[in-house]
């Protein structure tokens, strides 16, 4: 199992940035994928990006370029840098942990704000 707590979220202006962190319960090093997701309300909860154990990364195509999924291991931390914000991208990011050993197991953080107006 893994705790996840998420920080970072607020409200900024259209073409501003934020930085979303997710700290982990336990070592994250051999966790298959780490991932940032959001949801607005009534639609579903999407993929933002994932990183997995040896460091290759994912994005929907929606945020490429303009955010950028990173970890640190050593403090068990993930981080998600978005640039360049639009009111579209304003939602509750959730951190994701997926441990896959004889099954498949998500865990999840409690979600934080993200706003993005003027």
């Known amino acids: 199992q893994v705790q996840l707590v998420e920080s970072g979220g607020g409200l900024v202006q259209p073409g501003g940035s934020l930085r979303l962190s997710c700290a982990a319960s336990?070592?994250?090093?051999?966790?298959?994928?780490m991932g940032w997701y959001r949801q607005t309300p009534g639609k579903q909860r999407e993929l933002v990006a994932a990183?997995?154990?040896?460091?290759?990364?994912n994005y929907a195509d929606s945020v490429k370029g303009r955010f950028t999924i990173s970890k640190d291991n050593a403090k068990n931390t993930v981080y998600l840098v978005m640039n360049s914000l639009k009111p579209e991208d304003t939602a509750v990011y959730y951190c994701?942990?997926?441990?896959?050993?004889?099954?498949?197991?998500?865990?999840w953080g409690q979600g934080t704000q993200v706003t993005v107006s003027s």
């Open positions: 990183i997995a154990s040896g460091d290759s990364t």
């Open positions: 994701n942990a997926r441990i896959v050993t004889i099954g498949r197991y998500d865990y």
């Open positions: 336990r070592s994250i090093f051999s966790i298959y994928s």
